[in-house]
């Protein structure tokens, strides 16, 4: 029993074609970052670190891509409807501000004398 090549000729066709797809997709995107940092005035890494998320952005950061995109952000804030819920991002964030929170009422009391 022999073992081919692996990929027929038609699958290497594809992958080629995948590949080529994805350098010119890297391609204009790069190009795009490099746009949109130039309009706002800060280096292609800022702009990535942006669109990668996991920061909280500022209000200034988002009139800045406001500005350098001719656009405008809307904020809009609705109630729940029935059956919806919220569920934090992280759920440590409540310890977290406890833990902060306590040191402080310390450091206050402390300055006071108490």
Not at 50 to 65: D, M, P, S, V
Request: aromatic share 2%; no cysteine; proline share 4%.
């Amino acid at each position: 029993m022999g073992f081919g090549t692996g990929a027929s000729p038609d699958h290497r066709a594809t992958e080629s074609q995948i590949e080529d797809e994805m350098l010119a997709l890297i391609t204009q995107l790069t190009n795009e970052i490099a746009d949109l940092a130039a309009r706002m005035g800060v280096s292609p890494g800022r702009v990535s670190q942006i669109l990668g998320g996991g920061e909280n952005l500022t209000l200034r950061t988002l009139a800045a891509l406001s500005t350098a995109l001719d656009a405008r952000f809307d904020v809009e804030l609705t109630a729940l409807k029935s059956g919806d819920s919220y569920t934090p991002a992280r759920t440590e964030a409540a310890p977290a501000a406890n833990h902060h929170t306590l040191p402080r009422a310390r450091h206050r009391e402390a300055r006071l004398g108490r």
